[in-house]
C-alpha cells in the first residue's frame, strides 16, 4: 500500500507542484488549502503531514497542535518561505518531525519524508512499536537495526543509563526470525558472582550449598530465542571466560556437571560503561569484547534528542492516566517546552518518573508547566553516574581540543597526550568529526 500524504498550503501553485512531485514518487497524495479543510479530511489512514506554517486562518502550528490531540503519532512536517531558527526550535520542542524553509530542496524533503514515514508503526510493522521516536539519529539506529535483525550476530547496545537499551534489543527480537521464542534479559550487575553463573548456565542438584534441586539456566530457558545481557560490563572477569567458551561452541555446562548441552541462543548485550576503557584496565577481555561488538548500536542520550521529547512525555502522560489518574487528558505546550529544556541526565526513565508523578498528583486534565517545574525541581539532586560523568567530559575535552587547534588531529592529539590512532578511536567513539572544526 502506498503511503498516503496529506499537503496543506493556501498557495494552490505549490501545493499543485508539491503533490506532482511527490506523487512521481509513488506517494499517495490529497490537498487541501487550509487548516480548517485539513481537519476535515484527516483521517487514521494518512501516514504524514506537510504543511504550509503561515496561512490564512489556523496556521501550520496551530494544526500541528490539533493533529497531535487527534492522532499523536501522526507525524507532521512544517514548510514555510519565513523561517528561522527560533521558529525551527520550538516547532522541534513540542514535537515537530521537520521543518524546511522553502525554496524546497528536493533531497532533503524527500529524506525528511522517508525518515518521518519511517518512524510510523503503521510504516514499519510492529516490531518497533514500543519504541516512540521522531529524531532522525535514532531512525537511522533503528534501521541499522532492522538490517541486522534477520542474522544472528553478536550485538552490542552503548548508551548511558536509562536510554532504552533493553527496548531497543527486545525490538531487534521481534523483527528477527527468532520472534516467536522467548526473548530473556537479565542485569549481569545485579547478582553475585555464583548466582549469576547459576542463573546463565543453570546447576545440578547439589552443585553447592543450597542446590536443593536441579536449575535449568537462562541460555536453556532462551532456546531458539534471544538472550539479553545487560550491564555486561559488570560480569566478573571469571565468568566472561564462560561466557566466551558458550558463544564460541554453542554449549553449556551446567554448575557441577560434566555434561555439555547445546544451545542455539542469539546474544545481544548493553552496558553503559565504556568497554574500551575496561579493557585497558584489565577489567573485560579483549577476546569477549570483540566477539560480542560484531555491531554495536551507540543510543544517544536523551538530552541530544530533544525532539523525542514530546511525543514521549504524551505517551507517559496516557499510559499514566490509565494507571493512576484518569481524570488527566492532555500535557500543555508550555510544559512540553519546559520538558524539552531540561538536560536528563536520567534520561527516557527519568522523563517517565517525572511524567508519572505530575500525572498522579494533578488536580486538572491538563498538566501545567508550573507542574513541571516544580517535579523537576525535585530532581535536581540526580546527578549521573560516573561513568556517564566521565564520558560527558571526554566529549566536551576532545571539542575543545578540536577547537583549539581547528580540527588538526596530529596537534589534537598531542595536547591531550594519545597517538594518533587511539584520539581517531575517542572521536570514533563520541561520534566527533575533526572536520567539522576545520575553518
Not at 513540542?94 to 522517508?114: A, E, N, S
Amino acid at each position: 500500500m502506498k503511503p498516503h500524504i496529506l499537503l496543506v498550503d493556501d498557495d494552490s501553485s505549490l501545493l499543485k507542484l508539491l503533490s506532482m512531485r511527490l506523487a512521481a514518487f509513488g506517494f499517495e497524495i490529497s490537498c487541501t488549502e487550509s487548516a480548517e479543510e485539513a481537519l476535515e479530511k484527516i483521517s487514521d489512514k494518512v501516514d504524514l503531514v506537510v504543511t504550509d506554517l503561515r496561512m490564512e486562518g489556523m496556521d501550520g502550528m496551530a494544526l500541528f497542535t490539533q493533529l497531535q490531540r487527534l492522532y499523536p503519532q501522526l507525524p507532521v512536517i512544517i514548510i514555510t518561505a519565513h523561517g528561522s531558527i527560533p521558529e525551527a526550535v520550538t516547532a522541534t520542542q513540542q514535537g515537530v518531525f521537520g521543518f524546511l524553509t522553502k525554496p524546497i530542496d528536493r533531497d532533503q524533503l524527500m529524506q525528511t519524508i522517508d525518515a518521518a514515514l519511517a518512524s510510523t508503526s503503521r510504516s514499519e510493522g510492529t516490531w518497533r512499536e514500543n519504541i516512540i521516536s521522531r529524531s532522525l539519529t535514532m531512525e537511522q539506529i533503528l534501521q541499522e537495526a532492522e538490517q541486522i535483525s534477520g542474522s544472528d550476530v553478536s550485538v552490542l547496545i552503548t548508551g548511558s543509563s536509562g536510554s532504552g537499551k533493553e527496548l531497543l534489543a527486545n525490538a531487534i527480537h521481534k523483527a528477527s526470525p527468532r520472534q516467536k521464542k522467548p526473548f530473556i534479559a537479565i542485569n549481569c550487575g545485579a547478582l553475585p558472582e555464583q548466582l549469576l553463573e547459576s542463573e546463565l548456565f543453570g546447576h545440578t542438584k547439589g552443585a553447592f550449598t543450597g542446590a536443593v534441586n536441579k536449575h535449568e539456566g537462562l541460555f536453556q530457558a532462551a532456546n531458539g530465542g534471544t538472550l539479553f545481557l545487560d550491564e555486561i560490563g559488570d560480569m566478573p572477569t571469571s565468568l566472561q571466560v564462560k561466557l566466551l567458551r558458550v558463544l564460541q561452541e554453542r554449549q553449556i555446562r551446567p554448575v557441577g556437571s560434566t555434561e555439555s548441552i547445546p544451545v542455539d541462543v542469539r546474544v545481544i548485550s548493553a552496558t553503559h560503561r565504556d568497554l574500551e576503557q575496561a579493557m585497558q584496565e584489565s577489567s573485560f577481555r579483549e577476546d569477549l569484547f570483540y566477539r560480542l561488538n560484531v555491531v554495536n548500536l551507540h543510543l544517544p542520550p536523551l538530552k541530544e534528542r530533544p525532539e523525542d521529547i514530546p511525543p514521549l512525555a504524551r505517551y507517559f502522560v496516557e499510559q499514566a492516566a490509565l494507571r493512576h489518574n484518569p481524570r488527566v487528558k492532555s500535557i500543555s505546550s508550555a510544559a512540553l517546552q519546559v520538558l524539552a529544556q531540561a538536560s536528563w541526565p536520567g534520561n527516557v526513565r527519568q522523563l517517565e518518573n517525572v511524567i508519572e508523578k505530575v500525572t498522579a498528583l494533578s488536580t486538572t486534565p491538563v498538566i501545567s508547566d508550573s507542574a513541571i517545574h516544580r517535579a523537576l525541581a525535585n530532581q535536581e539532586q540526580v546527578i549521573a553516574n560516573f561513568n556517564d560523568a566521565r564520558a560527558e567530559f571526554e566529549k566536551r575535552y576532545l571539542g575543545k581540543v578540536l577547537q583549539i587547534t581547528e580540527g588538526n588531529v596530529t596537534q589534537a592529539a598531542k595536547i591531550a597526550g594519545r597517538n594518533r590512532t587511539d584520539f581517531y578511536k575517542l572521536l570514533k567513539k563520541h561520534g566527533l568529526e575533526a572536520a567539522d572544526y576545520k575553518t
